[in-house]
């Protein structure tokens, strides 16, 4: 293997390059051991949360009927006055469970349960 320092060739030993690949592969893990640590804490809710969610479908269930569907806006005022929470529910939704924009109250309900 030849490696560029200072902008010559220089051959590496196959020692040499083995110790720079684990260095890279341990740095690459902390990374993204690191990056998985900052996604996952964005893509926790509360329980307050939760259990407003669970509410907010029982009590849309119970009107509308087992079919009814909901968006996360659902479980939010018509004003952002919340967007802490706001946030960490369209997270839930969008980026860790991928759902689509309308999902059954029935589905919601279950899957919040579920993480209770």
């Given at each position: 293997?030849?490696?560029?320092?200072?902008?010559?060739?220089?051959?590496?030993?196959?020692?040499?390059?083995?110790?720079?690949?684990?260095?890279?592969?341990?740095?690459?893990?902390?990374?993204?051991?690191?990056?998985?640590k900052e996604t996952e804490k964005y893509l926790i809710m509360t329980k307050k949360i939760k259990?407003?969610?669970?509410?907010?479908?029982?009590?849309?269930?119970?009107?509308?009927?087992?079919?009814?569907?909901?968006s996360f806006y659902a479980f939010f005022a018509n004003k952002n006055d919340n967007p802490k929470?706001?946030?960490?529910?369209?997270?839930?939704?969008?980026?860790?469970?991928?759902?689509?924009?309308?999902?059954?109250?029935?589905?919601?309900?279950?899957?919040?349960?579920?993480?209770?």
């Open positions: 293997m030849i490696k560029m320092v200072s902008g010559k060739r220089c051959p590496v030993s196959g020692v040499r390059q083995n110790a720079d690949n684990q260095d890279f592969n341990f740095v690459q893990a902390l990374l993204s051991e690191q990056a998985l259990e407003k969610i669970i509410q907010t479908c029982t009590k849309k269930i119970d009107q509308k009927g087992e079919n009814v569907g909901l929470e706001l946030m960490e529910v369209a997270e839930w939704w969008i980026k860790k469970h991928e759902l689509n924009h309308f999902e059954k109250a029935v589905k919601i309900r279950a899957m919040v349960k579920k993480e209770l």
